[in-house]
C-alpha cells in the first residue's frame, strides 16, 4: 500500500510540472505585450526596457518560467495588475467562499444522485428508474448558468423568498454560517448540485445493478439473507466508486464554478476569474487557475488513494 | 484449417458489412426517445441552414421604442431584447453561430484526437507512453477551467473560442481512441496483416480504423453536449462571440441585466442551449446503445 502511494505520488509529481507549464504559458500566448496594462502608452523604450528587467521578460523562456515556478512554490504568484495587491492573498481568499459553494454543492448533488441512482438500480426498469434516467439526463444537459438565472427568476424575482446575488447581506465578504448568510448560499448550491447529480445518479444506478447481477448476491439470498441485509452488502461495495466520483465531482465543481459564481455575483475564485478577464488582469488569471489546477491534481491524488485503500484489488491496476 | 479459413473469412466480413449497419437502424428506430431527440437535432440544424427564409425579422435591427417588449407584443411574438431587437429571429439566427461554436470543435478534435490517439496506440511503446503522459497534464484541468484559461488568455473571439474548445476536447478523443486502437492492435488478424507483409499505414488503412472509428466517433458525438454548453458558456462570460452577433449564450449574457423588468424574456436564449444540448445527449445515448458500444 506504502508503496502504492509512492508510486502514485512521484506520478503526480511531473503532471503538476507540466501544469504549471501550461499555466505559465497562458501569459505567453496572449496577444500583445504582457506590460501594455501597466505602461502609460507613451512610455519611453529606456522605460520599458527598466519594466521587463523588473518583470524578468528580458530572459529566456526556460530561465523565465524556473524563476517564475520558484517564487509560485514560495506562495508568491506576482501581484494583480488592476489592483495592486499580491494575486496569492486574493487567491487565498476567494478559495474559501468557492469551497463553501463547492462543498455544499456536492454534497447536495451527492445525497440526491445516490439516493436516486440506487432506487433506479435497485428497481430497474421500473418508472422510477425511467424518472431517474431522465432527472439525470437533465442534469447533464442543462446549461447551469441558465439553470441559476432561471432559478433566480422563480425564487428572487417572482416569489422574492431568497436574495438573488452575494455571499450576504451588505456586501458583506466574512463568511458565517448563520440564516442571514445561508440563505444567500441556497440558490447557488442548488443549482451548482444538478451537475454532481446527474452524474453520480448514473453511475450509482450502474454500480447497483451491476451489483445485484453478481453471484455472492444470489449466495447470499440462498442462505436466507432478508433483503435489508443484502441491501448493507450492495453499499458497501459500491461506495468506494461512489465515493471517488464524488471527489472527482468536487474538483470538476471548484474548477468550474466561474459560470455559477458569474451568475450569483458569488465571491469565489470563478468571480476573481470573470474579473481578471474582464479587466485582462493576466498575473491574477494566471494565478487562480494555478491554484485551481492544483487544487485538483491533488484532489485526484486523494481520491486515488483514499479508493485503493478502501479496495485493495485496484493497486493492481 | 487453411482452406476452411479462407473460404469462410470473406464470407463473414460481407455479411457483417451489410447486417452490421443495417442491424444499428433498425435498434436506432425502435429507440423512441432517440429518434425523437435526432429529429428535433435535425430540425434545429434545418433552422441554422435555412434561417433567413425562417426568421421573420432582421436579427441586428433595433426598436428602441420596442426595447424589452414583453412576449407576445404585436409584431413581436416572443418579445423584443434590450435593444429592441425581435426576440424569435435573434433565437432563430443564433442557431447558427451556437450550433457553429458547439459542434466544430469536437469535429476538429475528433480529427486530431483520433489521429494522435490512433497513432500512440498502434505505435505503441515509447511514443505511446510520452503522447499519453503529455496529454495527461491537459486532462489534469478540469474542462471548464481549461476552455476559460485558453480563452481567458487569448481574449474574446469566434476563432480564440473554437480554437480553446479544441484544445480541451483533443485529450480525451485521444485517450479513448487510443485505448480501443491498444485493443484492437492485440487481436489475431493484426498479427496476421504484420507477418503477411503489410506496412503499418496499409494495417491501419484496412485493419484498424474500422474498427476503432465506430466508438471513437460515438463518444465524439457525446462531447457535442458539453461542448454546446461550454461553447454558450464562454460567450455568456464575454469570451467567445461578441456582440451583436446573436449567439445565444451572449444573448444570456446582455438580456441578464433586463432579469428584473422582463425576466422570462431573458431565460429565453436559455432554453435553445438546453434543447439543443439535450437532444445531442440523447441522440448520442442512443446512437451508442444502437451500434452496442460499452463504456
Not at chain 1, 14 to 31: K, Y
Not at chain 1, 76 to 89: E, Y
Not at chain 1, 277 to 289: A, E, H, K, S, V
Request: proline letters at 5%; glycine letters at 10%.
Amino acid at each position: 500500500m506504502i508503496s502504492f502511494i509512492l508510486r502514485r505520488i512521484l506520478y503526480t509529481v511531473p503532471i503538476m510540472l507540466g501544469v504549471s507549464l501550461v499555466c505559465f504559458a497562458l501569459v505567453h500566448i496572449s496577444p500583445g505585450d504582457p506590460l501594455v496594462s501597466i505602461l502609460p502608452p507613451d512610455a519611453s523604450v529606456e522605460l520599458q526596457q527598466q519594466m521587463m528587467a523588473i518583470y524578468g521578460f528580458d530572459r529566456s523562456y526556460p530561465e523565465q518560467f524556473l524563476r517564475w515556478l520558484g517564487r509560485a512554490v514560495q506562495g508568491d504568484l506576482g501581484n494583480s495588475i488592476a489592483t495592486g495587491r499580491p494575486v496569492a492573498s486574493e487567491v487565498f481568499n476567494a478559495v474559501g467562499n468557492t469551497l463553501i459553494l463547492a462543498v455544499t454543492a456536492t454534497i447536495i448533488g451527492f445525497t440526491l444522485g445516490g439516493l436516486f441512482g440506487f432506487v433506479a438500480g435497485y428497481f430497474r426498469d421500473s418508472w422510477i428508474d425511467k424518472l431517474a434516467t431522465a432527472i439525470s439526463v437533465i442534469g447533464v444537459s442543462v446549461p447551469h448558468y441558465w439553470l441559476g438565472m432561471v432559478m433566480v427568476i422563480i425564487f428572487s424575482v417572482e416569489l422574492r423568498w431568497l436574495p438573488a446575488t452575494g455571499a450576504g447581506p451588505g456586501g458583506s465578504s466574512q463568511w458565517i454560517w448563520d440564516w442571514e448568510h445561508m440563505q444567500y448560499l441556497i440558490l447557488p448550491a442548488i443549482t451548482m448540485s444538478v451537475i454532481p447529480m446527474g452524474i453520480v445518479a448514473r453511475t450509482v444506478r450502474a454500480l447497483v445493478a451491476d451489483i445485484l447481477q453478481q453471484e455472492f448476491v444470489s449466495g447470499l439470498r440462498a442462505k436466507g439473507l432478508l433483503d435489508r441485509g443484502v441491501l448493507a452488502h450492495v453499499i458497501k461495495n459500491a461506495a468506494p466508486t461512489a465515493l471517488a466520483v464524488m471527489g472527482l465531482q468536487l474538483g470538476y465543481l471548484l474548477g468550474g464554478s466561474i459560470l455559477i459564481e458569474t451568475v450569483f455575483s458569488w465571491p469565489g475564485t470563478g468571480f476573481l476569474l470573470g474579473q481578471a478577464i474582464f479587466q485582462r488582469d493576466l498575473p491574477l488569471l494566471q494565478g487562480t487557475i494555478l491554484v485551481l489546477a492544483m487544487f485538483f491534481v491533488i484532489l485526484n491524488l486523494l481520491v486515488d488513494v483514499a479508493q485503493t485503500s478502501l479496495d485493495p484489488r485496484l493497486q493492481r491496476g | 484449417m487453411a482452406v476452411t479459413a479462407e473460404t469462410i473469412a470473406p464470407l463473414a466480413t460481407i455479411e457483417k458489412s451489410q447486417g452490421y449497419w443495417r442491424s444499428v437502424w433498425t435498434r436506432f428506430l425502435r429507440d423512441k426517445v432517440a429518434v425523437c431527440a435526432g429529429l428535433v437535432a435535425a430540425g434545429l440544424v434545418l433552422m441554422a441552414i435555412f434561417t433567413p427564409w425562417i426568421a421573420p425579422a432582421d436579427p441586428l435591427q433595433g426598436s428602441m421604442i420596442k426595447r424589452l417588449s414583453p412576449i407576445g407584443t404585436e409584431g413581436y411574438p416572443l418579445g423584443a431584447d434590450e435593444l429592441g431587437r425581435d426576440m424569435l429571429s435573434r433565437l432563430i439566427y443564433g442557431a447558427r453561430l451556437s450550433l457553429f461554436m458547439g459542434v466544430v470543435p469536437v469535429l476538429i478534435a475528433f480529427a486530431i484526437g483520433s489521429t494522435i490517439g490512433i497513432a500512440a496506440g498502434y505505435l505503441g511503446g515509447w511514443v505511446n507512453t510520452i503522447t499519453m503522459r503529455v496529454l495527461d497534464v491537459l486532462y489534469a484541468f478540469p474542462s471548464v477551467l481549461l476552455a476559460i484559461a485558453i480563452s481567458g488568455a487569448l481574449g474574446a473571439g469566434i476563432l480564440n473560442g473554437l480554437l480553446s474548445l479544441t484544445v480541451v476536447f483533443i485529450p480525451p478523443i485521444a485517450r479513448v481512441a487510443e485505448s480501443v486502437t491498444t485493443s484492437v492492435r492485440k487481436l489475431e488478424y493484426i498479427e496476421a496483416a504484420q507477418a503477411s507483409g503489410a506496412s503499418s499505414l496499409q494495417i491501419v488503412r484496412d485493419h484498424v480504423l474500422g474498427n476503432v472509428l465506430g466508438p471513437i466517433f460515438v463518444y465524439s458525438t457525446s462531447l457535442i453536449s458539453v461542448s454546446m454548453i461550454l461553447a454558450a458558456g464562454l460567450s455568456f462570460l464575454g469570451l467567445g462571440v461578441s456582440p451583436p452577433n446573436a449567439e445565444w449564450g451572449l444573448m444570456l449574457n446582455t438580456l441578464r441585466n433586463a432579469i428584473y423588468v422582463q425576466p422570462w424574456l431573458a431565460a429565453l436564449p436559455g432554453v435553445m442551449i438546453f434543447l439543443t444540448s439535450i437532444s445531442f445527449n440523447m441522440l448520442s445515448d442512443g446512437l451508442r446503445s444502437a451500434m452496442d458500444v460499452k463504456q
